[in-house]
């Protein structure tokens, strides 16, 4: 079971973004929930409004080169000192169309502090991560 999994197992699996998500106006809480038993595809659903869900999935079996470099200003806000508390990384899944196939947004990942359930959408700086990244087994 991965990290997130575990995470998302346990009773309080609610995150708290200490910034609502880009787009989702003031909506801060969601239930993160694994859809498959190996811990790569979760639902992030908001508490405030069940009806808003987006899909997260772990980003190593899809894209094994993705390290991203996380802000020190960004660790800090989550209380983590990066080495001996490590993140948890989440991307953001854009569901399939007739024309384009499943993406993920490698360029603004969730993080998240698993020994607090706060979590943040950050957009990446200085490195050149795809919006809309091809979604394919590595």
């Known amino acids: 079971m ?42 992030l659903r908001s508490v405030e409004a069940p009806e808003t869900r987006l899909f997260l999935l772990d980003p190593e079996p899809f894209f094994p080169d993705y390290h991203p470099r996380l802000a020190q200003e960004t660790l800090s806000r989550l209380g983590l000192n990066g080495e001996e508390q490590p993140a948890t990384v989440l991307v953001v899944v854009h569901p399939a169309t007739e024309e384009h196939p499943h993406t993920a947004n490698l360029l603004a990942p969730v993080v998240i502090n698993p020994a607090t359930a706060t979590a943040v959408q950050t957009v990446l700086e200085g490195d050149d991560w795809p919006l809309r990244a091809p979604l394919s087994a590595a």
């Open 2 to 43: 991965s990290a997130t999994a575990e995470i998302a197992a346990e009773s309080a699996a609610v995150l708290t973004f200490l910034d609502p998500p880009p787009g989702l106006g003031h909506l801060d809480r969601f239930a993160l929930t694994p859809l498959d038993e190996g811990g790569q595809l979760f639902t």
